[in-house]
């Protein structure tokens, strides 16, 4: 069964960074897509940035150039660098599989003066 772990949100002014962490287990990490995604208050899980087994990335437009997404295999760990943070940003962020399995808890991003 996957299992899921999100850490490292918090509440950061605009302009500020997070880095967050997601540690995976119950999957052969390697060889998955791995992606971000986020769910702001009354909107619809959206998908912020995929990487994939070969080191390929897509990005959601509004944060391309301000997100990167990087994976430690050895580890089944994928990151998130967020940078320049506006608060729009603000949201529950869940990393997941693609196609996506089962959703773990996330983490909360606040981004507010």
């Known amino acids: 069964q996957v299992q899921l772990v999100e850490s490292g949100g918090g509440l950061v002014q605009p302009g500020g960074s997070l880095r967050l962490s997601c540690a995976a287990s119950?999957?052969?990490?390697?060889?998955?897509?791995m992606g971000w995604y986020r769910q702001a208050p009354g909107k619809q899980r959206e998908l912020v940035a995929l990487?994939?087994?070969?080191?390929?990335?897509d990005y959601l437009d509004s944060v391309k150039g301000r997100f990167t997404i990087s994976r430690d295999n050895a580890k089944n760990t994928v990151f998130l660098q967020m940078n320049s943070l506006k608060p729009e940003d603000t949201a529950v962020y869940y990393c997941?599989?693609?196609?996506?399995?089962?959703w773990g808890q996330g983490t909360q991003v606040t981004v507010s003066s």
């Open positions: 119950g999957i052969t990490f390697r060889i998955n897509t």
């Open positions: 997941n599989t693609r196609p996506v399995r089962d």
């Open positions: 990487l994939t087994s070969g080191g390929g990335t």
